[in-house]
Each structure stands twice: as structure tokens, then as C-alpha cells.
């Protein structure tokens, strides 16, 4: 099962019962997916680096469904693999690359950072910090070139919005009016140091008003604010308005990485977080509160996402290591 992928047209003021059930199932398959990657990698399954969304699942979700499956291409980081479910991608692809094997998006030699998938139009999570703003960026002139109409939706993090590349790209997308999206994902931690103590201005949607980028700070635990928000961007932006930025206000309740204990903040923090902000839970209380599902039903979705994640982690384990040929293989690729 991949993730649904609803869209709805910008300009729609309502967002349907069926939609609501999708964001849910959507956001929940990308939680039991990752608490299952962390499972594998305490077993050694999982090997490097591995950067968990647990927390973060809204932005992305709510953020797909307001750009459509043909034409528009999606770019992000190394904490990725929540972006590929919200995509379409296959979760039993997605769980082998992270084990390194050879059913894997990257045949098993990319791992959990570095997954692409052409048919998607999921254009790869990337480890340099902030590498994936120009790629973006270039996707977005890509798009403005051969005037398909598509726009760029590149991610990134708070802790990527001090680099220098991020401002190069800011400055090309406003002189050529590229449409893409920059959707800053402010989880107020970056690898390890808070923002109040990194950045000078911790209004990050106000970082492209050098460029006349306009922005817009939106409640990244709210998947109906994130779409919200994300239609009137992608709106602009395809009507040839140019770049626009969302400050996506987040938490990640895990370390930066699977490495880190996240001493930095403290446990009743993260606690708070989980019982007043998840965005699972509080779409799980309207659906109930509106009275448009039953508790019977998202006990039934939870199991059926469980299993789904549970086959994923089998075929995985399952599948082969990559043959020592591959090596060699897709080093050059000839015209």
C-alpha cells in the first residue's frame, strides 16, 4: 500500500470526508513505517545513517495532496523516508533500500539517504545539508523551460537555512520567477542546537525578503493549515508568480538521528508535544468528535497499516544483498 495521494484543486474551500480518512491513513502509514525502520535498525538491520519523520508526518502530507502525480516533481533531504511514502512510492521498496538490499529503490546501494524514483517524480533525498535547494531549484527551471506547468516542491530543514546555496537559489528563483516551493520544515532543533540559538531572525518565512520571495509561517502539526497554506503557495506559483517559502512550525519527537539521545531538550517537552500537538492524534479526534468515522474504523485502518508495514519489513529481510557486480553498474549512463 502506498500512500493515497488525493488531490484536491486549489480553490477548493472544503475538504471532503474521504479526503480526511486518506490524510489519516496516509500520516499513519508513514509513523508505523518509521517506528518499524527504528526497530530494524536496534536489530542491525539498518545500517548507517537513519534519520526518522516520526512527528513531522502532516507537512508532507498535507503538502502532496495540493500538487498533482504528472507533471510536478518533489525534492528533500536526508530525513526522507516519510516523503517517499506521501509520494506514492512503495513501502517494500523503500524498506529494502534502507536495509541494503537489492529489491530496493536504489538496488541497495543508496540507503536510507539517498532513494529516487523517476515515476514518482521523487527526485531523491540528499545528505549534504541543503544540496537538495539548488537541485530544487533546478527542477523548478526545468519546469519554466519546457513549459509543462509543473512546480517544485523542495524541502528542507531549519538547520539548512544558514547556507549560503540556499540564498544563491532564493536569488535565481526570483529573477527567472521559478515556481518552487520552498517548504521549510522547522523542527526548532536542527542536528542538535535549538533556533532560538542559531539564527538571529527565528522567523524563517521572512528569510526570502531580500528577494521579494513572499512567505508564510503555517502549524506544521495541523495537516488541514499545512494544505491550506500549501494550495495558495502552489497557486502562485503555477499562475507564474515565482518561488514562495512556508515555515512549517514541527517536532520531531526522535534525535536528529538514530546516533543521537536528544539531550538537548528534555523529556517532559517532548511529552507536551505528543499529548496537546500530534498530528495524528488531533486528526483522529475530529474525525470522532465530527462523528464522520468510527473508532472500529481506524482500529481497522491501524491494522491494516501495520500489516502493510509488516509485509514491507519481511520483503525486505527477505530480498538479496546487491551482487558484487553492481559496483560497476550505473556509474555512466551513455546518451
Same mark, same amino acid.
Given at each position: 500500500m502506498a500512500a493515497s495521494r488525493r488531490r484536491t484543486k486549489p480553490g477548493d474551500s472544503v475538504v471532503k470526508t474521504e479526503d480526511l480518512i486518506a490524510f489519516y491513513k496516509d500520516m499513519l502509514l508513514i509513523r508505523r513505517f518509521e517506528e518499524k525502520a527504528g526497530q530494524l535498525y536496534g536489530m542491525g538491520l539498518i545500517n548507517g545513517f537513519c534519520h526518522l519523520? $516520526?512527528?513531522?508526518? /502532516?507537512?508532507?502530507?498535507?503538502?502532496?495532496?495540493?500538487? =498533482? $502525480? +504528472?507533471?510536478?516533481?518533489?525534492?528533500?533531504?536526508? %530525513?526522507?523516508? =516519510?516523503?517517499?511514502? /506521501?509520494?506514492?512510492? +512503495?513501502? @517494500?521498496?523503500?524498506? !529494502?533500500? *534502507?536495509?541494503? %538490499? !537489492? =529489491?530496493?529503490?536504489?538496488? =541497495?546501494?543508496?540507503?536510507?539517504? &539517498?532513494?529516487f524514483s523517476r515515476e514518482k517524480r521523487f527526485f531523491g533525498g540528499h545528505g549534504i545539508v541543503a544540496a537538495q535547494v539548488p537541485l530544487g531549484t533546478g527542477l523548478a527551471f526545468a519546469h519554466k523551460y519546457n513549459g509543462d506547468g509543473g512546480v517544485c516542491l523542495c524541502y528542507l530543514g531549519d538547520g539548512a537555512v544558514n547556507q549560503g546555496q540556499v540564498y544563491e537559489s532564493f536569488n535565481m528563483a526570483s529573477l527567472w520567477k521559478l515556481p518552487v516551493i520552498y517548504v521549510i520544515e522547522n523542527n526548532k532543533y536542527a542536528m542538535g542546537t535549538s533556533v532560538e540559538r542559531s539564527v538571529a531572525n527565528v522567523d524563517l518565512y521572512r528569510r526570502g525578503g531580500a528577494y521579494n520571495i513572499p512567505g508564510q509561517q503555517v502549524d506544521g502539526m495541523d495537516v488541514l493549515a499545512?494544505?491550506?497554506?500549501?494550495?495558495? /503557495?502552489?497557486? &502562485? !506559483? #503555477?499562475?507564474?508568480?515565482?518561488?514562495?517559502?512556508?515555515?512549517?512550525?514541527?517536532? #520531531?519527537?526522535?534525535? &536528529?538521528?538514530?546516533?543521537?539521545?536528544?539531550?538537548? %531538550?528534555?523529556?517532559?517537552?517532548? /511529552?507536551?508535544? #505528543?499529548?496537546? &500537538? +500530534?498530528? $495524528? +492524534?488531533? *486528526?483522529? @479526534? @475530529?474525525?470522532?468528535?465530527? @462523528?464522520?468515522v468510527t473508532e472500529e474504523l481506524l482500529k481497522e485502518m491501524d491494522r491494516d497499516v501495520k500489516a502493510v508495514v509488516s509485509q514491507a519489513a519481511d520483503f525486505a529481510q527477505a530480498s538479496p544483498e546487491p551482487d558484487p557486480s553492481e559496483l560497476f553498474a550505473d556509474i555512466l549512463i551513455e546518451a
Open positions: 519523520y $516520526i512527528g513531522q508526518e /502532516a507537512v508532507v502530507v498535507g503538502m502532496q495532496s495540493t500538487i =498533482g $502525480i +504528472d507533471r510536478d516533481s518533489v525534492i528533500t533531504s536526508y %530525513r526522507d523516508h =516519510g516523503h517517499m511514502l /506521501a509520494c506514492g512510492m +512503495d513501502p @517494500k521498496g523503500v524498506m !529494502a533500500e *534502507l536495509t541494503g %538490499r !537489492a =529489491g530496493g529503490y536504489s538496488k =541497495g546501494k543508496g540507503g536510507s539517504m &539517498h532513494m499545512v494544505k491550506a497554506a500549501g494550495l495558495e /503557495a502552489v497557486a &502562485h !506559483a #503555477r499562475a507564474g508568480e515565482g518561488p514562495y517559502i512556508l515555515e512549517m512550525k514541527t517536532y #520531531r519527537y526522535r534525535g &536528529h538521528s538514530m546516533s543521537d539521545p536528544a539531550k538537548y %531538550r528534555t523529556k517532559e517537552e517532548v /511529552a507536551k508535544m #505528543r499529548e496537546q &500537538h +500530534d498530528p $495524528i +492524534d488531533q *486528526l483522529r @479526534k @475530529k474525525l470522532l468528535d465530527d @462523528k464522520l
